[in-house]
């Protein structure tokens, strides 16, 4: 049979999204494009409200295709399953398997089950005390060259916004010895890049499922796999970034200069409300001791606008945050309640137009710093992990489209020869454009 996987949300929703891809070939299903599918699978969030209603929209828009195949099912996974649970049988009678982020592991062969018994409907919803440890599934020789390695599931924060700790449970780390057999194994089958995904990674291994490794440490060790030329790695949490993890920015050069350090406001009133635990001083201690370990650090970050109670001065001081540290981009999204958070109690709430009117101001201040970090990368030199053809080449001009360390999305001509898919080019950069640079093959 054919099937279909649509993704929303993080990284973390991307890594599980291949991994169960990879499952089902392995079990002898075939990848399909939409129109053609026999079984969807929906991997959801629920961080914020206007993904959730995506899902929605899309669970009623893919039950048309039901008209033409009777025997035609769908499976909900992520956060937002994990949320409504079993009554999404109610609403979407096609939706005969829903799991969470500890049930994905069990989805494989619960969908397999799913062909064979028309009649039945599946659950995989309950939390379970440990990591979760997923069966291996290659069943390609070899892979993408950038991957990505999951190292933790859950969270322990409990931040007054946040919906992850009740969607996707508690921390749970992975064993180290896991984690990096599956490095060393993607390496083997060509990865060359690889990304360490968790809801915190800095928290890796201080829970009760780990094995005393700390962050830095496994950093260490992923660094030494033969074959791994960068290594990335998201989500960070500032309170638990710790020195090591800031060393190892200088001490490994297979670490990327790039590192996502969700600020979300820049007023200490307002951190304390969030219970965030860190305020804007230990913020910017962190940011200098970053940019000592590594000068060419490119900074990305979060940032809530509208938190209950924030007042113009609480805002002003985010916008006096973000010129500081001058974060190269920025996700940037106005505060909304989300089920069982502790701010929904919270008073009082920002009227949606003061909302959106601080959201746009402080979107116009990312962008200018986004532009102003591109056009300084103009006349340097940089390395390229090559991910493919441009999207919109110039005609007569073939032109390839990467990464550079910083993460910045590099567009190049290159005349060949061959495919450079998956290998280092070295670019010169040429031109800034509003999101990306262009640049041409050395």
């Keep these: ?80 399953a994990q949320q409504i649970g079993t009554k999404l049988w109610q609403r979407f009678p096609l939706v005969r398997l829903v799991f969470g982020a500890d049930g994905l592991a069990a989805a494989p062969q619960a969908i397999l089950r799913l ?7 599946i659950s995989l919803l309950d939390f379970t005390d440990t990591y979760p440890e997923r069966q ?16 933790m599931q859950g969270c322990d924060n409990f931040c007054a916004y946040c919906i992850v700790p009740f969607v996707r449970g508690r921390q749970k780390s992975r064993q180290s010895a896991d984690v990096v057999a599956e490095c060393r194994e993607l390496a083997a089958r060509g990865a ?47 309170k638990d970034l710790s020195p090591e993890v800031i060393a190892a920015f200088a001490e490994l050069p297979a670490l990327c200069p790039s590192l996502h350090l969700p600020l979300q406001s820049g007023s200490d009133a307002v951190l304390r409300r969030m219970g965030r635990k860190y305020d804007a001083a230990r913020y910017l201690r962190l940011v200098e001791d970053l940019k000592k370990a590594r000068p060419d650090i490119s900074l990305s970050t979060d940032i809530i606008v509208g938190f209950p109670g924030e007042t113009e001065e609480d805002f002003q001081q985010t916008m006096d945050m973000v010129r500081t540290v001058g974060f190269e981009s920025g996700f940037s999204f106005m505060y909304n309640d989300r089920p069982g958070v502790a701010a929904t109690r919270f008073a009082p709430k920002i009227p949606v137009e003061i909302k959106a009117e601080r959201l746009a101001r402080l979107q116009v201040l990312l962008d200018d710093l986004h532009t102003a970090a591109l056009a300084a990368r103009v006349g340097t030199r940089t390395e ?5 053809a441009s999207r919109k080449p110039k005609p007569g001009r073939p032109s390839w489209r990467g990464r550079e360390p910083g993460n910045r999305v590099v567009d190049f001509e290159y005349a060949g020869p061959g495919d450079p898919t998956g290998t280092f080019v070295t670019v010169d950069i040429l031109e800034a454009k509003k999101h990306s640079l262009r640049g041409k093959a050395v």
């Excluded at 062909?115 to 409907?121: F, Y």
């Excluded at 690889?194 to 499922?209: E, K, M």
């Excluded at 390229?384 to 493919?388: I, K, P, R, T």
């Design 136 to 151: 291996a599934a290659w069943p390609e020789e070899t892979v993408p060259a950038q991957a990505f390695v999951t190292i």
């Design 1 to 80: 049979m054919k099937f279909h996987v649509i993704t929303f949300g993080c990284q973390m929703n991307v890594g599980d999204s291949d991994w169960l891809s990879r499952s089902l070939v392995a079990q002898g299903l075939t990848p399909a494009p939409e129109n053609e599918a026999d079984i969807f699978v929906v991997n959801t969030c629920s961080v914020r409200e206007k993904p959730e209603l995506k899902v929605y929209s899309i669970l009623g828009r893919l039950a048309e295709y039901a008209l033409e195949k009777p025997d035609l099912f769908i499976a909900v996974g992520g956060c937002v």
């Design 384 to 388: 390229v992990l090559v991910e493919g």
């Design 192 to 238: 060359r890049e690889i990304t360490l995904l968790g809801q915190n990674v800095n928290s890796y291994g201080l829970d009760a499922s780990g094995d005393g490794v700390s962050f830095a440490t496994l950093l260490h060790r992923v660094a030494a796999v033969e074959g791994i030329a960068r290594l990335r790695f998201t989500t960070s949490h500032p």
């Design 115 to 121: 062909i064979t018994e028309p009649g039945l409907r």
